[in-house]
């Protein structure tokens, strides 16, 4: 077997009079594979990325990305990865043709190379029309494509995206997850990319690891997890509200009573979705009509909420302050 | 080229762009120290009276103080670039590359010095169209700008210093205050032997800034004055030496990359 891209065992940071923002991970990601870390703000998941990118020393625990320790041996990790880290970091009085330049040159490409790279990556991403602009003038998606095409100059086998879509719209949002499929499809690039969304590591990601409070809480395919919190759910709402508790014994035959809200009923189906026409002729057969019918599959928000006890959105506002990004230089201190 | 002169090129290419991007900040630099030039030679041209002043041109005597103070506008520069670098997290980007860590700081205190300098030829430009005449002569521009890139590049890493060590521009921008005191209780307006009140005269003595003014001075006014030259190049480059020093140091520190 090929040995691991990305490969941390116990890995572990703890900052001056704060939290252990990761709290001894183990993590495994294969060539080529893409690596969805999934989880609220504040669960660990930018610490991890700076460990792994070199920017900041782990307290314990060892890491190697590219066959290399990122303690001990961190130019050569550095040569073999590509990061767009949280904040887009741009300098906004640069165009994006002198962005790409700049980096083509620190990142030792031959001169005539940097302008066939420029040109190759401004195409691809997209800003051929807008490279001459200052970045300041810039959308947010346009800031993030540039930014992933200045983590590709120099062609990296691995690629770090941490929060790469946060703040985009939905079409800037596909198109970059278009391109980062691409990476990973046609060119074999390993890419680990952390996320807050849900629908971004279930589309993208081969395999999700769900981080909380440090710890990596469930791990696998966006299938095989959701797999593992079991079956679909049905949501009812009656037409009549006085028909809720007859809708609730009718449903109780087919599985467990869940939460619901806005008045509606969830049951867990025992029998998985083959239930879904039998609920509704023994709804039909009790004369409860219905409103709304919904068949909700699992999500990897369910499987959060069964590892955690709490939904995945919203459920990192609080702990936010715990690990602001701009702080984490400071606290190596 | 090797990858670490082609880096440092790079970085100090990129320093000159941006601050040229920053009209406010060229402008300002340039036209201030003018501005204070053309107040004090009116209001002090009579000081040329007194007994012992060394030129009859006051002009002459204060077209140092823009010199330095235009390096003072440097350290604001440098230090403010860095630190919002750090605040944007470009230096993050800039870590994650194979580049050597001081390069960073060669580069941006290259185009420091290559702005500094350019405010000197604008300097002396202003002064020579204002009748000045250099006693050192051509050589003396040659030295007189040598020595104010040495200058420059000593406030300039001062001002990496602080921005290294406290991430933020407005704390950089708060030491422009402090270094202007240092401008101010210097000999900027009078020379030292005429000034009466004796703890003002000492404390010019003691400040490193009068003799930085007075080797610029000394090139304008007097021409070759080897003890005002060695003073203001000594101490410049001991000036240098602690300035590079602490920004390495606090580099090091920010830039904790394995």
Known sequence: MNEPAIQAEQLAREFKKGPRAVDAIDLAVAPGEIYGFLGPNGAGKSTTVHMLTTLLPPTSGTARVGGFDVVHEGP?????????????????????????????????????????????????????????????????????????????????????????????????RTALWEEVSRLAKDDGVTVFLTTQYLEEADVLADRVGIIDHGRIVAEGTPAGLKAEVGRPTIEATPADAGDTDRMVGVLGRFGEIVPCADGGVAARLEGGESDLADVVRALDAEHVRIDHLQLHQ???????????????????????????????????? | MTGFADQVVQLSRRSVVRTLRQPANV?????????????????????????????????????????????????????TDLARDIQTGFLNRLSLTPMRGIAVLAGQLGGVMALGLLQAVVYLSVGLIIGVRLASGPAGVVVLFAFMVLVTLAFGAFGAFAA??????????????????????????????????????????????????????SLIILGWDGQALALGFGISVVLVIVALTLASWALRVRMARS
Not at chain 1, 94 to 108: C, D, F, P
Not at chain 1, 301 to 321: I, M, N, P, W
Not at chain 2, 186 to 196: A, G, K, Q
């Open chain 1, 298 to 333: 699992p999500s990897l928000d369910d499987v959060f909420l069964a590892k955690t006890g709490r939904s995945l959105e919203g459920a990192g506002d609080e702990e936010e302050a715990a690990e602001p990004a701009s702080r984490l230089a400071m606290d190596t201190a």
């Open chain 1, 76 to 172: 050569q990790v550095r040569t073999r990865i590509g990061a767009a880290l949280q904040e887009a970091a741009l300098d906004p009085l640069l165009t994006g043709r002198e962005h790409l330049r700049l980096q083509a040159s620190l990142q030792a490409l031959p001169k005539a190379e940097r302008v066939r790279r420029s040109n190759e990556l401004l195409t691809r991403v997209g800003l051929t029309e807008a490279a001459d602009r200052k970045v300041r003038g810039y959308s947010g998606g346009m800031k993030r494509r540039l930014d992933l095409a200045l983590a590709l100059v120099h062609s990296p086998r691995i690629l770090f995206l941490d929060e790469p879509t946060t703040g985009l719209d939905v079409q800037s």
């Open chain 2, 164 to 217: 290294l060590r406290t991430g933020s521009g407005e704390a950089v921008q708060s030491l422009f205050p402090v270094f202007f005191v240092f401008l101010f209780i210097s000999s900027m307006n009078i020379p030292r032997n005429l000034i009466d009140a004796t703890w003002f005269r000492d404390l010019a003595t003691a400040n490193p800034v009068s003799y930085l003014l007075e080797a610029v001075r």
């Open chain 2, 27 to 79: 402008v300002s630099a340039l036209l201030f120290p003018m501005f204070l030039l053309a107040v004090n030679s009116g209001g002090l041209k009579a000081e040329t009276h007194l007994p012992g002043f060394p030129t009859n041109s006051f002009v002459a005597f204060a077209l140092a103080v823009p010199f330095i103070q235009g390096a003072l506008f440097a350290t604001m520069n440098a230090g």
